[in-house]
């Protein structure tokens, strides 16, 4: 199983940036899909991205779309995901990781394991 740690939140206004970072310890993290979810206060975990093991297939959320950016690199075990032009409803914890199961995963559920979680607030 691999360990999963999360860096780069913060607060920032509406219409910024942040980049979120995934460091993952062992030496599998190349054969797992990889995904980021956010939760915010009173709401269920939604999906937000998913990139495949090799990092050629991605997929979004809808609300997500053209905004933010997966990606990965297996030489260093991290992984990434770059938000431009964050709104409101942004804001949550978000949560890295990790699956062996298929690429089409968006289930909380269907995530072996986790990381701790970072905070992102986007302010109005």
């Known amino acids: 199983q691999v360990q999963l740690v999360e860096s780069g939140g913060g607060l920032v206004q509406a219409g910024g940036s942040l980049r979120l970072s995934c460091a993952a310890s062992?030496?599998?993290?190349?054969?797992?899909?990889m995904g980021w979810f956010r939760q915010a206060p009173g709401k269920e975990r939604e999906f937000v991205a998913v990139?495949?093991?090799?990092?050629?297939?991605?997929y979004y959320a809808d609300s997500v779309k053209g905004r933010f950016t997966i990606s990965r690199d297996n030489a260093k075990n991290t992984m990434s995901l770059q938000m431009n032009s964050l709104k409101t409803e942004d804001t949550a914890v978000y949560y890295c990781?990790?699956?062996?199961?298929?690429?089409?995963?968006?289930?909380?559920?269907?995530?072996?394991?986790w990381g701790q979680g970072t905070q992102v607030t986007v302010s109005s």
């Open positions: 990781a990790a699956t062996k199961g298929s690429i089409y995963n968006r289930r909380p559920s269907d995530f072996r394991s």
């Open positions: 062992g030496r599998t993290f190349s054969t797992y899909h």
């Open positions: 990139i495949g093991s090799s990092g050629l297939t991605k």
